[in-house]
């Protein structure tokens, strides 16, 4: 009876179900987007109440915000910290820096476009977004783990060569000694 | 062996209505933190949620076997003192009383106090062999704080068994539906103390130092997720009743019926809660000292009282 | 010949041989040493009948020894614990310098120790007493290291107690013309008010010495960690216990006949209680292994002391339970600390990490053994320390109560931080080329750590020969249900009814534990203690991320003022005011001719102007 198909297909959207309302975020706190994390959570638009809760470690979140620019300094970090999070686990993207550079796209040291080293679900687009912004993106990534379509790190196992052969073009050394990524 | 069977099913019982229970509290507590920080807070029902989908986490990392045992030490504590505690009064009449007899109107309070630290030093294991440094240092912060509240807790159980010659919780029970006196009027003393100490019992601010989310990264369970963390939580839900249950009990004369309980132990969470909210956080040792200030006077005096009426 | 005198001249003959052997070849010493000690310790377990006495005439003496149900229950730690402790000496001592030594000194305690608890007489007992001592010291200063501080002050403290017990004995000799003890037991009342005070204090003084009471207990924690490891459990879980043998001794057969006993009885019981939770916070501090042990050791004593000193039979329960278990809890825990000596070479907190997965037998037991000396319930420590807290409140101590439960408390953050220091934390490469202690060490500690947990289940193990022991200093007989007495066990109905409790308990961790195994197993692996939440870095390997100083460090900032006062002060102080005087004095002895004849010249001037007053 468990393996029957559709019992297993109910099991499936009860659990994408409370996934979905039960969104541990780990703010990872990158360029100047951090400082709409706060209002986001507290009192004025209040995210809790869609199930969304800030997470201590990796080990306990479900979602990485990555709130602006990535320097390639912290590209190292972040694909850390999204290594160590246990699946199902998402990305959300924060303002344009993620997207393609924003007003850093000519720099030297910061990537363009973050979804070349990890699988993002949900971009929220904006220069900075403003909280109503970020609270539609997560609505959004809601959604998408309720249709079942958030499946970013399956992505990421499946185009995991491609990934580690982007991150080591700006990282390499630093890539060659992290530990292997073999889940 | 029909009756373990019987005895099983009514301990699985107990143990959902005290998941249930506790986990419900969880919710509320947050909701209502949430409207004093004028927010709309998540729905009561969060916490079954948040459980359910920590508990459908398909990957995880341990570090080893005693990271799995720390856990289920503290499973065991919890479920081992809610056996143990006298869930409803035994006076009561309701047609489902029978059920949460489990093992318990025979308990001990010294066993009791004991079997209630099992789980935290287990845990301290399981947080110890993760290696994270923050672990270790929550760890040492709540076990310093446990001797800083279990003073005055004890003062004001030892103020108790002085009064009335016993040790058993239900005997306790017995003695406020006697004399119809509830022991926190009885001996106001100690239950000041004992509140006090509860203080500290629940971890709520002021004396929120073991997981310190800002400093140290939620503590022993910095590494923990998934099924472990499933487990924890649904341990720490159980075990909160649990004490709830045990304050009810002694200070409160028990509970007759499922409602009177639920109502009763509520109001005594909401102390804590309430506390807590507009509350900053302790430093260990100023949280030690404040135990070993006025609420350990308040203890003295409670056995003083005892010694004298 | 008498089995007794047999047995002990056996040991004695043993103990030379085997230091001769050991001249040979080692293996001929460690051969001889562990026939040595399992011979007359299996002639005793199977030839010793209790309550059987031999007279023996020497020196125009009559030694009288015998076995008693109490000396019976205080041998069986001695014997048993010196057979697990000399298997686990064998690998323990492998390697090491005086080794023949050790195996003598070794065989010489267990044989005084044995002569003690089978003396009748005062004299056979002192002369056991001392042996034990020398023994016992010339263990301590074995290794060369500390001599001056650590040796002496055991020492001086032994002599201190030698001294007292000696006195006691002169005055008892003179006043009732015997050294049998049952004679000065039973004709106590005849003495004098002040001798029947005074004897029973120097007594006390003596043992109180030898069991580390607190304000005597200065040489113990550096005693017992200076000591070999392997030796140490015998130190802690055996020898120390010859102080509490003579305390039951004293506390019952001559305290009681006092109409002041109640008052010395309060006193005594306040320096246990003081010493178990002033011991306790120092334990916490420490940051060697040994040391923390040591003191934690002084603190159980000072539990037991509680309880010898209330001396109801609940408390009399209560602290003879512990003394059995303390030696076996203690015992494991000191082969451990051995185990980890004997395979990474150091025992400081701060340099070992993360043996668990390189030692795991020796952290089961060790486990189990913290487990027990925590006093949490499925294991024996919690048995004693439940009676000893029912003891307390029956007999109305009830600040002595809150007082051991803040040192039972506080017992378990050293006990934390000793499992943490050793076998938790982070796993480093220094130390990935430790490998798990021989099996003849193991052994022992997982067997006396097992036993604490059988005990745990099953106390009516140990309640029938405490009962026996009770009865033969004088307690009431109680048909052997004695925990009938205390409120809990008579409202659990039997002691039987707590099983099934424990069995439940056992069920469900298991349950629980298997439930997170299958649970983890799928997509669940293993990663090592590197691979931390740390913010995204990667530490390096030379990185050590373990939190190991000041490990305890906001219980310590919040105890300080406590620890700034120790009692070392105070006898350093009254020390340096002794090298005073004696300073004074070398200055009226100058060794020089004509200051004494100015002496005899102030002398004689004195005699002259007091002439009248002195010769009339």
Redesign the interface.
């Known amino acids: 009876m468990y393996n029957d198909k559709n019992s297993k297909k109910i099991v499936e959207t009860?659990?994408n179900w409370?996934?979905s309302?039960?969104v541990?975020v780990l703010a990872y706190g990158t360029g100047c987007g951090a400082i709409e994390i706060a209002p986001t959570m507290?009192?004025r638009y209040?995210a809790?109440?869609l199930?969304f809760?800030?997470a201590?470690?990796?080990?306990?979140?479900?979602v990485m915000l990555i709130t602006g620019y990535l320097t390639v300094k912290t590209v190292?970090?972040?694909v850390?910290?999204y290594e160590?999070m246990?699946?199902?686990k998402y990305v959300v993207g924060f303002g344009s820096c993620t997207i393609n550079g924003g007003m850093y796209y000519d720099s030297y040291n910061t990537i363009n476009l973050l979804d070349k080293y990890l699988p993002v679900d949900v971009y929220i687009n904006g220069c900075m977004p403003r909280p109503e912004a970020v609270i539609a993106g997560l609505a959004k990534l809601q959604q998408i783990i309720r249709e079942g379509k958030a499946n970013g790190a399956e992505k990421y196992l499946e185009n995991l060569d491609w990934y580690k052969a982007n991150q080591r073009k700006i990282a390499p050394k630093?890539i060659a000694?992290?530990?292997d990524y073999?889940? | 062996m029909e009756y373990i069977l019987i005895k099983t099913l009514e301990a699985m019982a107990t143990f959902i209505l005290a998941f249930l229970v506790g986990m419900t509290y969880g919710g509320v507590v947050?909701k209502i933190t949430?409207r004093v920080?004028?927010?709309?807070?998540?729905?009561w029902y969060?916490n079954f949620?948040?459980a359910?989908?920590l508990f459908?986490?398909?990957?995880?990392?341990h570090h080893g076997a005693m990271h799995f045992l720390g856990a289920a030490f503290l499973m065991v504590t919890s479920v081992v003192s809610l056996m143990i505690i006298p869930v409803l009064a035994p006076g009561g009449h309701a047609w489902y009383n029978s059920w949460f007899t489990n093992m318990n109107f025979n308990g001990d309070l010294i066993f009791l106090l004991y079997i209630m630290t099992f789980g935290p030093l287990g845990m301290a294991m399981g947080a110890g062999q993760t290696g994270n440094p923050n672990s270790s240092i929550g760890v040492t912060r709540g076990l310093s704080q446990m001797v800083g509240f279990e003073i005055p807790w004890v003062m004001a159980l030892v103020a108790l068994m002085i009064s009335y010659k016993t040790t058993s919780v239900i005997d306790f029970m017995n003695i406020q539906r006697e004399t119809g006196t509830w022991l926190m009027f009885a001996n106001p003393f100690a239950f000041i103390a004992a509140v006090l100490a509860m203080l500290g019992m629940f971890r709520y601010s002021p004396f929120d130092i073991v997981g310190a989310?800002t400093e140290l990264?939620?503590g022993p369970?910095?590494?923990?997720?998934?099924k472990f963390?499933f487990t924890m939580m649904s341990s720490g839900s159980v075990f909160t009743f649990a004490k709830l249950v045990l304050y009810v009990d002694l200070f409160m004369g028990g509970a007759n019926n499922l409602v009177m309980l639920v109502v009763k132990t509520f109001l005594l969470y909401m102390i804590p809660v309430l506390y807590g909210i507009v509350s900053p956080r302790y430093r260990t040792e100023q949280a030690v000292r404040w135990f070993w200030g006025w609420p350990t006077f308040i203890g003295l005096l409670a056995i003083l009282y005892a010694v004298m009426f | 010949m008498d089995m007794i005198t047999l047995i002990l001249l056996l040991f004695l003959g043993g103990a030379i041989v085997t230091w001769l052997g050991g001249k040979l070849s080692p293996i001929v010493g460690d051969m001889l040493f562990l026939v040595t000690i399992i011979v007359p310790a299996g002639m005793f377990f199977t030839g010793v009948t209790v309550g059987e006495v031999t007279h023996l005439h020497a020196l125009g003496l009559t030694l009288t020894w015998g076995l008693s149900p109490l000396s019976y229950l205080f041998s069986m730690i001695v014997v048993g614990l010196g057979i697990l402790l000399a298997i686990y000496a064998v690998p323990f001592m492998k390697g090491k310098q005086k080794t023949g030594a050790f195996y003598f000194n070794f065989t010489l305690s267990v044989m005084a120790m044995l002569g003690i608890l089978v003396s009748k007489d005062w004299v056979s007992f002192f002369i056991f007493w001392e042996i034990m001592t020398w023994s016992s010291y010339l263990m301590v200063i074995l290794n060369g290291k500390d001599v001056q501080r650590v040796g002496i002050k055991y020492f001086i403290f032994s002599a201190i107690g030698a001294y007292a017990m000696l006195m006691a004995m002169v005055v008892m000799n003179s006043q009732l013309g015997s050294f049998l003890m049952a004679d000065t037991f039973n004709n106590f009342q005849h003495l004098t008010v002040g001798n029947q005070i005074l004897i029973p204090i120097l007594l006390l003084t003596a043992f109180g010495v030898k069991s580390a009471m607190m304000p005597l207990h200065v040489w113990a924690p550096d005693a017992y960690s200076n000591a070999p490891m392997a030796y140490t459990g015998l130190f802690s879980g055996a020898l120390s216990k010859m102080g509490i043998y003579g305390m039951v001794l004293v506390m019952v057969t001559m305290i009681n006949q006092l109409p002041e006993g109640t008052l010395i009885r309060d006193i005594i019981a306040w320096m246990g209680g003081f010493t178990a939770a002033a011991a306790t916070l120092w334990a916490i501090t420490q940051d060697d292994g040994k040391k923390l042990l040591a003191w934690s050791s002084v603190g159980q004593m000072g539990y037991i002391i509680v309880g010898v000193a209330i001396g109801t039979p609940l408390a009399m329960l209560a602290a003879l339970f512990l003394v059995v278990v303390h030696a076996m809890f203690k015992g494991s825990l000191f082969m451990v600390v051995g185990a980890i000596e004997k395979q990474t070479g150091t025992t400081d907190f701060r340099e070992i990490n993360g043996l668990i997965r390189k030692m795991p037998w020796t952290f089961i037991s060790a486990l189990i053994s913290v487990i027990a000396l925590a006093g949490i319930p499925p294991l024996a420590g919690f048995v004693s320390k439940w009676m000893l807290y029912e003891a307390l409140i029956q007999n109305n101590n009830y600040i002595l109560v809150i007082l051991l439960f803040f040192a039972s408390t506080a017992g378990f953050l050293y006990c934390y931080k000793f499992l943490h220091g050793y076998f938790l934390g982070q796993e480093e490469p220094e130390w990935a080329h430790v490998k798990e202690a021989p099996a003849a060490m193991v052994i022992p500690m997982l067997l006396l750590a097992i036993g604490t947990f059988v005990l745990g289940t099953f106390p009516q193990l140990l309640f029938k020969p405490i009962d026996s022991a009770l009865q033969y200093v004088g307690y009431d007989a109680t048909g052997g249900h004695l925990w009938g007495q205390s409120i809990l066990f008579s409202e659990w109905g039997d002691i039987v009814t707590l099983q099934p409790i424990l069995y439940v308990v056992l069920a469900v961790f298991v349950f629980f534990a298997l439930f997170l195994w299958f649970k983890g197993t799928k997509?669940t692996?293993y990663?090592s203690t590197k691979?931390i939440?740390t913010?995204?870095?990667?530490p390096k390997e030379w990185e050590n991320l373990t939190f190991k100083v000041n490990f305890m460090q906001p219980f310590e900032r919040t105890i300080e003022p406590f620890l700034k006062r120790q009692i070392d002060k105070y006898y350093t102080a009254f020390g340096n005011g002794l090298e005073a005087l004696f300073e004074f004095t070398r200055r009226i002895y100058t060794g020089n001719g004509q200051t004494y004849a100015i002496y005899a010249i102030l002398f004689l001037a004195l005699l002259l102007l007091f002439r009248v007053n002195l010769f009339g």
């Open positions: 009860i659990q409370a996934r309302h039960s541990w507290t009192s209040d809790e109440r199930g809760r800030g201590a470690t990796p080990r306990q979140a479900d190292k970090r972040v850390r910290v160590q246990q699946s199902p630093w000694k992290a530990p073999n889940w | 947050r949430g920080h004028n927010r709309l807070g998540p729905p969060q949620i948040d359910f989908k459908s986490k398909t990957r995880g990392i989310p990264a939620s369970v910095s590494e923990n997720g998934g963390l | 997509g692996r990663v691979d939440s913010s995204g870095e990667l």
